[in-house]
């Protein structure tokens, strides 16, 4: 049995497939299984795209209908026979030493369930060709790997790990499938299910495309939504107080563009995140008004998510606060055990 098991779902594109199905032949680490996933059941071509490979490694899995984004990743998120999983996403692909060094990673942590590495950003053009930003998602590119706990800052309204350059560990009755939310924030969501720490391998192993078309929503309302739902159930949790609340707030008014309203949304309609309010500058208030008057459906659309769409936030409320648990549980026990050690 091979030690790694990859899913790769794809959507009539082509020639991205084809670019990811060379990214996994090419890999140093040769012994993994492959499943390339059509979520197109009237596309025939992925399986002929397959097929010329010649490669016994890939399984075309063709789904009978078309699942979207997160229902398909979601079939991914689940213990598998073998002791790792990965998901290649087919607008990204890898560096040939990719799984040979995530592989190794793991096994110098046996007690860490995921692991991701950094990823250079690439840019569609509009002849098809990829350009080289020169950027990576993340500035750090050389280290050692690095052990990262819940309750980042960063979690508050985004997530630390990437989709497409991640390695996980499969252990049994694993199972990190979230609701059904927008394509765009699947990764914060599912964030709030890991076990902790991940460990973070700063080299960019993998190449992330900015494609120019994408299944992320560009609805306004919607992101304004997942964000609010986000950052309400964090704060609610994290125990911030004076100087660490007010710490949120500076990051938010550096943030571009400013994350500001979203800190007010959580306030005014998430009462147990009420005591942000006294942090809030008349500026951070003049942009709110500023936005509600350009789009005044947002604030009604957040406010209405409150009612209608009470079982996403009691899950994230309820993960998130699991999360903390765990984490102050965690760090209790070693305080301790750093006190009683001789």
Same mark, same amino acid.
């Given at each position: 049995?091979?030690?790694? #098991?990859?899913?790769?779902?794809?959507?009539?594109?082509?020639?991205? *497939?084809?670019?990811? /199905? %060379?990214?996994?032949?090419?890999?140093?680490?040769?012994?993994?299984?492959?499943?390339?996933?059509?979520?197109?059941?009237?596309?025939?071509?992925?399986?002929?795209?397959?097929?010329?490979?010649?490669? %016994?490694?890939?399984?075309?899995?063709?789904?009978?209908?078309?699942?979207?984004?997160?229902?398909?990743?979601?079939?991914?998120?689940?213990?598998?026979?073998?002791?790792?999983?990965?998901?290649?996403?087919?607008? &990204? +692909?890898?560096?040939?030493?990719?799984?040979?060094?995530?592989?190794?990673?793991? #096994?110098?942590?046996?007690?860490?369930?995921?692991? +991701?590495?950094?990823?250079?950003?690439?840019?569609? @053009?509009?002849?098809?060709?990829?350009?080289?930003?020169?950027?990576?998602?993340? !500035?750090?590119?050389?280290? !050692?790997? #690095?052990?990262?706990?819940?309750?980042?800052?960063?979690?508050?309204?985004?997530?630390?790990?990437? &989709?497409?350059?991640? =390695?996980?560990?499969? &252990?049994?009755?694993?199972?990190?499938?979230?609701?059904?939310?927008?394509?765009?924030?699947?990764?914060?969501?599912?964030?709030?299910?890991?076990?902790? !720490? =991940?460990?973070?391998?700063?080299? $960019?192993?993998?190449?992330?495309?900015?494609?120019?078309?994408?299944?992320?929503? #560009?609805?306004?309302?919607?992101?304004?939504?997942?964000?609010?739902?986000?950052?309400?159930?964090?704060?609610?949790?994290?125990?911030?107080?004076?100087?660490?609340?007010?710490?949120?707030?500076?990051?938010?008014?550096?943030?571009?563009? $400013?994350?500001?309203?979203?800190? =007010?949304?959580?306030?005014?309609?998430?009462?147990?995140?009420?005591?942000? *309010?006294?942090?809030?500058?008349?500026?951070?208030?003049?942009?709110? =008004?500023?936005?509600?008057?350009?789009?005044?459906?947002?604030?009604?659309?957040?406010?209405?998510?409150?009612?209608? @769409?009470?079982?996403?936030?009691?899950? /994230?409320?309820?993960?998130?606060?699991?999360?903390?648990?765990?984490?102050?549980?965690?760090?209790?026990? /070693?305080?301790?055990?750093?006190?009683?050690? !001789?």
């Amino acid at each position: 049995m091979a030690p790694v #098991r990859i899913f790769l779902p794809t959507d009539r594109r082509h020639p991205l *497939l084809e670019r990811a /199905l %060379a990214s996994l032949r090419a890999q140093t680490w040769t012994d993994w299984i492959c499943e390339v996933h059509n979520d197109d059941p009237q596309d025939a071509e992925v399986a002929r795209i397959v097929e010329r490979t010649g490669d %016994a490694r890939f399984v075309n899995v063709r789904h009978e209908r078309n699942l979207g984004g997160t229902a398909t990743f979601n079939l991914f998120f689940r213990a598998t026979p073998e002791p790792f999983y990965s998901l290649h996403e087919d607008d &990204n +692909w890898w560096e040939p030493s990719f799984l040979a060094t995530m592989l190794d990673v793991a #096994r110098g942590h046996p007690d860490v369930t995921v692991f +991701w590495a950094n990823m250079k950003i690439w840019e569609e @053009q509009d002849d098809a060709r990829f350009v080289d930003t020169g950027r990576t998602v993340s !500035p750090e590119t050389a280290g !050692p790997p #690095r052990r990262v706990d819940w309750g980042q800052p960063a979690q508050m309204l985004g997530a630390v790990h990437s &989709n497409g350059a991640a =390695l996980f560990r499969s &252990n049994p009755g694993d199972d990190f499938s979230i609701p059904d939310v927008p394509f765009s924030v699947v990764e914060m969501f599912r964030e709030r299910l890991f076990p902790y !720490p =991940l460990v973070r391998v700063p080299q $960019p192993l993998a190449h992330f495309a900015l494609t120019r078309v994408t299944a992320r929503s #560009r609805d306004h309302a919607e992101w304004a939504t997942m964000q609010t739902m986000l950052a309400a159930t964090f704060l609610r949790h994290a125990g911030y107080r004076g100087e660490q609340t007010d710490a949120v707030w500076r990051e938010a008014r550096a943030a571009q563009p $400013p994350n500001t309203n979203v800190l =007010l949304f959580a306030a005014l309609f998430d009462p147990p995140c009420r005591r942000l *309010l006294k942090f809030a500058r008349p500026i951070d208030w003049w942009r709110l =008004l500023r936005s509600c008057v350009r789009r005044p459906h947002i604030p009604w659309q957040v406010l209405r998510s409150t009612r209608a @769409q009470t079982r996403l936030w009691d899950w /994230l409320d309820e993960n998130t606060a699991v999360r903390f648990l765990v984490a102050r549980t965690e760090a209790g026990l /070693l305080r301790a055990a750093t006190k009683e050690a !001789p």
